[in-house]
């Protein structure tokens, strides 16, 4: 609980300066229920741990909050954008608490708020030359966060590839949530250090510690669907498996079960529904698959903790430190 708090001081530190930048890149957008559509899911909340990462990235490496901001809040809007084409594509009507942009404003709309916050990202992290960010570092940076909204779209792509597979491999799985959720918060440390004036050897560095938090949040997540309480998670406990999904509980459990519970769990994952996910937790915890999630998630954080050895001490390295803790000590 206590790194909870102390990462919620962190991230509160900068989202003032966050906010302002988010309601600058949006405040021209015309007609006005587009804006409102685009600003929809940002007002509605959320971490704001991307752009938070761009900045103590950039502190890490010796520069200042400012020259990391605009693009702290670009790689946001990309996030944002994201989330506004997924619930397209997955038909989820709330998101943070919300009703879902294209449940307001109807999905042709909800597209183009995606594509505006998509747009807007890439003029928010151009206009970093007026915090007296060289050109030369922009260039950079805005490389970095461009590459990765390309390994969004690959990984939301092979994650509908996914639907109706039941024979995906690990190495499959981890590409896709590489692609689709670590790529980018890669992005936000490796952009931060470079608008920061790392060394390559520091900007390498902070881009992996952020593809392997990045990975051991997804597979965080993979684990708390069964280890967490349904009060915690807020929806029922093994939901993941209810909805016949993939994740590296499953993946491993099919890999490694003998034939009868192999066919179990398949049945179990075709039919769908609630009725038999405690039959198939069974079958996971049987195989150590629980563990094993829990495992890779751990060595994930320790690995990226260990990459930051090539900073010097600061508060801000320090931050990025207790964030990795974070990940994998979060309950929900």
């Not at 879902?100 to 992290?125: C, K, N, Q, Y």
């Not at 390309?150 to 190495?171: H, W, Y």
């Not at 509980?249 to 996910?277: C, F, M, P, Q, S």
Request: hydrophobic share 40%; proline share 3%; charged share 30%.
């Amino acid at each position: 609980m206590e790194t909870k708090q102390e990462v919620t001081q962190i991230l509160k530190q900068f989202s003032k300066g966050i906010d302002h930048e988010l309601t600058k890149a949006l405040e021209k957008v015309d007609p006005e229920t587009l804006r409102q559509a685009s600003e929809h899911l940002i007002k509605a909340g959320g971490k704001k741990l991307r752009p938070a990462l761009a900045i103590l990235s950039a502190q890490a490496v010796g520069g200042e909050v400012k020259c990391a901001l605009k693009t702290g809040a670009a790689v946001e809007l990309i996030h944002t954008f994201s989330l506004i084409h997924d619930d397209i594509m997955d038909q989820d009507e709330k998101r943070r608490g919300k009703p879902s942009v294209h449940v307001l404003w109807g999905e042709p709309m909800a597209i183009l708020a995606g594509d505006t916050l998509f747009s807007e990202a890439f003029s928010t992290v151009i206009r970093s030359e007026d915090d007296g960010v060289s050109p030369d570092k922009i260039l950079p940076a805005l490389q970095t966060v461009v590459d990765s909204c390309v390994k969004i779209c690959e990984g939301q792509a092979l994650d509908m590839g996914f639907a109706g597979r039941l024979d995906v491999t690990e190495e499959e799985y981890l590409l896709m949530i590489y692609k689709k959720t670590a790529a980018l918060i890669a992005a936000a440390t490796k952009a931060g250090a470079i608008l920061g004036g790392g060394t390559p050897e520091q900007v390498e560095a902070l881009a992996e510690y952020g593809r392997l938090i990045g990975m051991a949040f997804q597979i965080q997540d993979d684990y708390l669907d069964v280890a967490s309480s349904e009060e915690e998670l807020g929806k029922p406990v093994g939901s993941d498996i209810g909805e016949g999904k993939m994740t590296l509980l499953v993946v491993d459990a099919l890999a490694k079960a003998d034939e009868t519970d192999k066919k179990r769990l398949l049945t179990i994952l075709k039919e769908e529904g609630d009725e038999n996910v405690s039959e198939a937790l069974e079958i996971i915890e049987k195989y150590g698959s629980k563990h094993y999630t829990w495992k890779v998630a751990q060595e994930d954080v320790k690995q990226a903790k260990k990459l930051l050895d090539i900073l010097d001490d600061s508060p801000a390295k320090d931050a990025l430190l207790k964030i990795a803790d974070f990940v994998v000590e979060r309950n929900h």
